[in-house]
């Protein structure tokens, strides 16, 4: 049956029966399958299957096809949806052959086969119970994954099950929430004693939070909505990318992040806007015209070390010296970490730190592009670069700022004349109190929590895992790897 034609080489053929009419159907090396009647005349392997099961003497493929307005729209940007193809060799030793052939097409690919899941009944819109039945579990039975699904029952449970998970059973971790529970994995894992071994695990996430920034940054990146069915494909298909991690310190409580860290205007609009939160969305709209109409400025210091080309910004200095743990708050204790990852091994003092001294609107510092699906923080921010996007405002005037922020949701901020932005390799921020109250402090935001809460700041009566204080950052280049869209 092997053969080749003006198609190209052709590792199988046959004339087969699809809803009673025959037609030839050709499985080419180049992983199509093709045949000549009908508006979509081939299927992809690689993009559009994602796996088959013999149906009696049927074979049914699981397909995933876009549609556009009810119709399908082969090669445009579309919904994605479930579609099943059958067709009945026409032979049983044809039928034999056709699954022995696509199997070993799809075993080709590298495709994961066993995933555990974990999926978060309470952050967000509390829809990821919904968003697993009903669109991942169905797309990943498809694809015949064996699945090990984990729901999370409270705040830290998802770091707490990979520290002790023998990854050496699974191809991959997904998360169905927001940002939250990817960070959780990623803290877990950084902190096991096989922390090297365990950060290559492959991890997946599916957008069913309200922030949602990395599944937005990573579907974007090749223009594909942010949509769940885009997302699951995505982890199906295998294919892999590095991504830096930031390990943000003071003293010997770290935490690695994989998002951004905020501090001033940005950090309060998020965390504080939490007491609106009945107002669903519209909350962080509603909450960021009050606080510009009651602006807050912060004093303290910003130190980090440029990236090449962006050596003009601020002022030379020599490095601010060591971060320690403050005992001026009651933080939440958190033991001397002599195991797991301790960060990338740099010589920070011998490193070139240039300052920028307050007082401060925002300080905003991302890792990817999208801080949540309407929030593109950094446009100019990659996956594995080796270095964070750092975004200054200082000095601006209410209404101009009005006009920044209104630009956020398209990076277009990043243009202003009030706002500076940089890339940096290392990073120091010294926070300070608020210059129109100095007995009050504010609040340092990391991958959507809260790391410090400063005296005086909302909800400053709970712990958190670090003081209001000096903390620094430094990059792992690509050290995490996730499942991305190409």
Known sequence: ????????????????????????????????????????????????????????????????????????ACGSRGRLVRNDVVFRPSSEESHRLWCQKLREIIDSLGRPKRLFVFFNPFGGRKAATNIFRDQVKPLLEDAQLQLTVQETEHQLHAKQVVQSLDISKYD?????????????????????????????????????GTG???????????????????????????????????????????????????????????????????????????????????????????????????????????????????????????????????GPEIN??????????GPFISVWLHNVPWGAENTMAAPDAKFSDGYLDLIIVKNCPKLPLLSVLSEVNNGGHVKSPYVMYLKVKAFILEPGPRLEDQEKEGIIDADGEVLARGKGSYQCEQKALMAYDKLQITVDQGLATIFTPI
């Open 1 to 72: 049956m092997d053969r080749s034609d003006e198609r190209g080489p052709t590792i199988i053929s046959d004339r087969v029966a699809v809803n009673g009419t025959v037609t030839p159907l050709a499985l080419l090396s180049d992983g199509r399958l093709w045949w000549p009647e009908g508006s979509q005349r081939s299927l992809t392997i690689e993009k559009e299957v994602i796996g088959f099961v013999a149906d009696g003497p049927n074979i049914r493929l699981k397909t995933v096809v876009e549609t556009r307005d009810g119709c399908c």
């Open 172 to 208: 991959g971790i997904v998360c169905v929430s927001g940002d939250g529970i990817l960070v959780e994995v990623v803290n877990g894992l950084l902190q096991r004693d096989d922390w090297d071994t365990a950060i290559k695990m492959p991890l997946g996430v599916v957008p069913a």
């Open 212 to 342: 949602n920034g990395m599944a937005k940054s990573l579907l974007d990146s090749v223009g594909d909505p942010c949509a769940v069915a885009n997302a699951v494909l995505a982890i199906i298909r295998g294919h892999k990318r590095s991504l830096d991690v930031a390990t943000i310190m003071q003293g010997e409580t770290r935490f690695f992040s994989i998002l951004m860290l905020a501090w001033g205007l940005m950090a309060d609009i998020d965390i504080e806007s939490e007491k609106y939160r009945w107002m669903g969305s519209a909350r962080i709209d509603f909450y960021a015209l009050i606080r510009i109409f009651h602006l807050r400025h912060y004093t303290g210091c910003v130190y980090f070390v440029p990236a090449p080309g962006f050596e003009a910004y601020g002022e030379s200095t020599s490095y601010p010296g060591k971060v320690n743990n403050s005992d001026s708050i009651d933080v939440e204790p958190v033991k001397s970490q002599t195991l797991g990852c301790q």
């Open 348 to 357: 920070v003092e011998k490193l070139n730190w240039r300052v920028v001294n």
